[in-house]
């Protein structure tokens, strides 16, 4: 499968997907640290990509996206943004009601693997 495919596939799979360095447990820079931090806070499950075991996604991911830094948050097949504006939204309140929105319309999904 082409890269550009997989990224379509994870992001078309995943109501709520963070494409990061690291994992959720095991961020490996700060900014992927943060995102994780305000998505756990906000009590719903999400899915990830390691792009540091993935980088052919790390290479295509910023051209398909048009935003070059990463973590990159995607709700609902929507880019949401990186690490500044995941925070902003969570000290606005408003990444906690658009994560619990999402999550109750796709309760119903088993839950797939992004990787």
Same mark, same amino acid.
């Given at each position: ?37 305000? @998505?756990?806070?906000? +009590? &719903?499950?999400?899915?990830?990509? #390691? =792009? ?7 290479? %295509? $991911? ?10 990159? @948050?995607?709700?609902? +097949? &929507?880019?949401?943004?990186?690490? #500044? =504006? ?7 309140? %408003? $990444? ?20």
């Amino acid at each position: 499968m082409e890269t550009i495919d997989r990224i379509k596939q994870q992001i078309g799979d995943n109501p709520i997907l963070l494409y990061m360095k690291g994992s959720p447990k095991f961020p490996a820079c700060g900014f992927s640290a943060q995102a994780v931090q305000a @998505l756990m806070q906000c +009590g &719903e499950r999400f899915a990830y990509v #390691d =792009i540091l075991q993935n980088p052919d996604i790390r290479a %295509e $991911l910023p051209k398909y996206a048009d935003w070059p830094t990463f973590p990159q @948050l995607w709700v609902e +097949g &929507e880019l949401v943004g990186g690490c #500044d =504006i995941i925070l902003e939204m969570f000290r606005a309140g %408003e $990444l906690q009601t658009m994560l619990t929105e999402t999550a109750a319309k796709h309760a119903d999904e088993p839950t797939k693997s992004a990787e």
